[in-house]
């Protein structure tokens, strides 16, 4: 009978019975696995708020590159008013765009700049067509 109980016990792991392999009581377990299986209600949620301040602060670095020094700035602001002495009845964005050799959004950023500066005027018809010229 024994034998009979000593196959059973290696073949299926019972629930009363004792394992095979006990840790010594010197083991012991990393205090930081245990520090972090305790508190992951704090941790996780503090490392997608460090992710997201990581890309929110990308996003204002990306947006500060794309920024022109004062000098470039004055020659574009020089040549957009050229242009728009040029078109008495104004220009659209696209328009100076094309004939300054400027990105369209950055043109849009230095025009709603000037605009704020009371330099230039936009008005925006029926069919959403924006056009700027020179403030009279």
């Known amino acids: 009978m024994t034998l009979l109980r000593l196959l059973t016990r290696l073949a299926?792991?019972?629930p009363g019975d004792t394992p095979d392999y006990d840790r010594p009581p010197s083991a012991t377990t990393p205090r930081y696995l245990?520090?972090?299986?305790?508190?992951?209600?704090?941790?996780?949620?503090?490392?997608a708020v460090l992710v997201l301040a990581l890309i929110a602060l990308g996003i204002l670095q990306a947006w500060r590159s794309e920024d022109m020094d004062g000098v470039q700035k004055a020659e574009l602001k020089r040549d957009v008013i050229r242009e728009l002495r040029r078109e008495v009845h104004g220009m659209t964005a696209d328009a100076l765009a094309r004939a300054v050799g400027v990105p369209s959004l950055k043109l849009l950023r230095l025009l709603e700049e000037m605009q704020q500066d009371n330099i230039i005027e936009s008005r925006t018809d029926t069919q959403r067509l924006t056009t700027w010229r020179m403030k009279l």
């Not at 245990?34 to 490392?47: A, K, M, Q, R, V």
């Open 12 to 14: 299926i792991d019972l």
């Open 34 to 47: 245990e520090f972090l299986e305790s508190n992951t209600h704090l941790i996780y949620p503090g490392l």
